[in-house]
């Protein structure tokens, strides 16, 4: 895999250059609300234009290609770029602006479906084409797997850090903890599978921890709950899962929030974050890691409980190399002004997950 820091201004002088970035960022009336993404980009960016190429930046926002990234071609101009934002590849192709933001790719036909005719026209925007967008590395559309068969092909400055800094991951240095997040257990399971030997101790909290109590035949009211199957059974009793001992759950009014040890849950509670006891709890089993990996948030981050998640982040123990990724989980710490807090946060969250189970993805392998 070729990286464009190896590129001179001879190369790109001149050049047209294709980057694929990922700006599915959250907007919210109309402006960009967490930047993460587009910032981790603006590096890579930058070489490019400094160097003379012409930048044309190719992205999806949202899963079906209804939303506009326009708001994300203000934020740029906020921040001082000359850019014209286009949203049709026949006016791309007769530009002259350096740079460019095309509208959201998944509004074309064949994109999602990796359609060679569309990775064609894609193709002949341009001279080279970058893959500065690690979080949708994962999936084979076009833009991202399709061009790169026809056009020399780079990976950007941030894609190269990310694929760096997570294989450190799968050779730990031990102990290893991971504290695991969020509701579903199917997009875990594979990482579960190839960690859970690896490591120390794993701690679960969010709807995970919900399913694996109740799995072990414990009261959890009316919480967020994943289907238990036979297999989540079985993880219930793995002595190296660390469950929560106590939560905060809404009372009877909505209004007002509990704090209940696990055995003191009734048929009526909804858990919706960690409680004090656990924070504590978990702090202490990550206390002696030496590599810390974390996906996923520990409580009903959208909907504002974030206390367990910002407890968690502040018990990251100093001088272990740790690493979150997962966006619920990286806005919380962003509002908590702990984004720092980590090692290292990747852009990924079910990019991060396949990387660290795979050890490449489809979107890196096209690269080489
Ligand atoms: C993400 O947010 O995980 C990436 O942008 C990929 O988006 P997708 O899940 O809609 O493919």
Redesign the pocket.
């Known amino acids: 895999m070729k990286i464009i820091s190896s590129l001179s201004k001879k190369d790109l002088s001149g050049k047209k250059v294709l980057a694929r970035v990922?700006f599915?960022v959250p907007i919210r009336n109309g402006k960009v609300v967490e930047s993460m993404?587009i910032d981790e980009a603006l590096p890579t960016i930058k070489f490019l234009l400094k160097n003379g190429a012409q930048v044309i930046l190719v992205s999806?926002l949202?899963?079906d290609g209804q939303s506009s990234l326009r708001p994300v071609a203000k934020y740029l101009a906020g921040l001082k770029f000359k850019i014209k934002f286009i949203d049709d590849l026949e006016s791309i192709a007769k530009t002259k602006e350096p740079l460019v933001l095309f509208e959201n790719i998944?509004r074309l036909a064949g994109e999602q479906e990796n359609d060679s005719a569309l990775a064609k026209k894609l193709t002949d925007l341009a001279d080279l084409y970058v893959n500065e967008?690690f979080?949708?590395c994962?999936?084979q559309?076009a833009s991202v797997v399709g061009v790169p068969k026809f056009l020399p092909s780079y990976a950007g400055l941030r894609l190269a850090k990310e694929i760096a800094e997570l294989k450190k991951i799968d050779k730990p240095v031990s102990p290893l903890a991971i504290i695991l997040g969020g509701a579903k257990f199917k997009t875990k399971f594979p990482l579960l599978k190839k960690f859970l030997p690896k490591v120390e101790v794993m701690c679960v909290g969010g709807a995970l921890a919900n399913t694996l109590i109740k799995a072990r035949g414990q009261e959890v009211g009316v919480s967020l709950i994943d289907e238990i199957t036979p297999e989540i059974k079985k993880l219930a009793h793995d002595k190296k899962i660390i469950l929560p001992i106590d939560f905060v759950v809404v009372g009877r009014q909505k209004s007002e929030l509990v704090v209940k040890k696990v055995d003191e849950l009734s048929a009526k509670d909804k858990i919706v974050d960690l409680g004090p006891r656990t924070a504590k709890l978990f702090g202490e089993k990550i206390s002696d890691a030496k590599t810390i990996l974390w996906n996923g948030p520990l409580g009903l981050v959208e909907e504002g409980f974030i206390h367990g998640t910002i407890a968690m982040a502040r018990s990251l123990p100093k001088g272990t190399f740790s690493v979150l990724g997962g966006?619920d989980s990286v806005e919380a710490l962003r509002q908590a002004k702990l984004l720092k807090k980590p090692s290292f946060v990747s852009t990924?969250?079910?990019?991060m997950l396949e990387f660290l189970v795979t050890g490449s993805l489809p979107g890196i392998k096209a690269l080489s």
Do not use: L, P, W
């Open positions: 990922d599915n993404r999806h949202g899963g998944r967008a979080s949708v994962h999936r559309h966006g990924g969250g079910g990019a």
